[in-house]
C-alpha cells in the first residue's frame, strides 16, 4: 500500500516527505481554503516538495469549464493528477483526460456502481470515502472489498485510494481490504508510530542503556 498525505500544509508535508512514508499529497478546495493561500501558489510549493503524485481538485462542475480548470492545473506541474466529482460532467472529462495519458483521481465515490463508471472511463484513481460512509450508519470498508472484487472481475487499471480517513483503524481495514493507496491526515500518520509496549519497552531500554558503555 501507498500513502498520500491529504494536506495543504507546507510544515507538515515537509515532515511526512521526510519520514520516507509518503508517496504524494492529495488536496481538496476546503484545505486550500483553510491554507488561506491561492490554489496555484500552494499546489506549485507542495510540487518543489513532494516527487509523488499530487491530486488537484478542480472547482467547477461543468464540462466546458473543467476543461479551461484542468488546463491551469496541469500547467503547474507534470506530477498533478486532477482530481474531479464523481458527476456525469466529471465522469465526462475523466474519459477526455484519460484517452490524452493524463492521470485522474475520481473523488466523492460512495458506492460500487460509481466505482464502477470511474473504472470505465479510465481514471488513475478512484477515492471512496470511508468516514463519511460511517458516519451515516454505512459500512465504509466493505465499500474497499466491493470495489476490489469488480475491479479484479474485469482487471480494471483503476488504482484504489481510500479517503476520509479517520483512525488507525481505517487505515489498518482499508490495507485489509486491498485498497492500492491511502490518502490521510498528518495526524493519524503519526498515529500509526504508536504503541503502549513499543514505548514501554523503549523506556525499559533507554534506562538500562544508560548503565552501559556508549556507542558515541
Given amino acids: 500500500m501507498k500513502f498520500f498525505l ?83 460532467d466529471g465522469l465526462r472529462a475523466c474519459k477526455f483526460f484519460s484517452s490524452q495519458g493524463k492521470k485522474t483521481n475520481v473523488t466523492l465515490c460512495f458506492s460500487p456502481a460509481q466505482a464502477l463508471l470511474a473504472a470505465k472511463v479510465g481514471a488513475t484513481y478512484i477515492s471512496p470515502f470511508i468516514g463519511r460512509l460511517d458516519d451515516i450508519g454505512e459500512d465504509g470498508i466493505q465499500l474497499i472489498y466491493n470495489i476490489k472484487d469488480i475491479y479484479n472481475n474485469y482487471d480494471f487499471k483503476t488504482k484504489i485510494l481510500a479517503a476520509s480517513i479517520r483512525s488507525t483503524d481505517h487505515v489498518i481495514e482499508s490495507a485489509l481490504a486491498g485498497s492500492d493507496y491511502i490518502t490521510l491526515p498528518f495526524k493519524i500518520l503519526n498515529e500509526l508510530y504508536h504503541h503502549d509496549l513499543t514505548d514501554k519497552g523503549l523506556e525499559i531500554f533507554n534506562k538500562d542503556a544508560a548503565s552501559v558503555k556508549p556507542l558515541i
Fill in 6 to 88: 491529504d494536506s495543504t500544509n507546507i510544515a507538515e508535508i515537509s515532515k511526512a516527505v521526510d519520514s520516507g512514508l509518503v508517496d504524494g499529497v492529495t488536496t481538496n478546495p476546503t484545505l486550500i481554503a483553510k491554507s488561506g493561500r491561492d490554489t496555484i501558489s500552494i499546489i506549485s510549493e507542495i510540487a518543489q516538495i513532494v516527487n509523488g503524485d499530487i491530486s488537484a481538485e478542480i472547482f467547477a462542475n461543468d464540462y466546458g469549464n473543467i476543461l479551461k480548470e484542468a488546463e491551469i492545473l496541469y500547467n503547474i506541474s507534470e506530477k498533478i493528477v486532477l482530481k474531479l466529482p464523481l458527476t456525469q
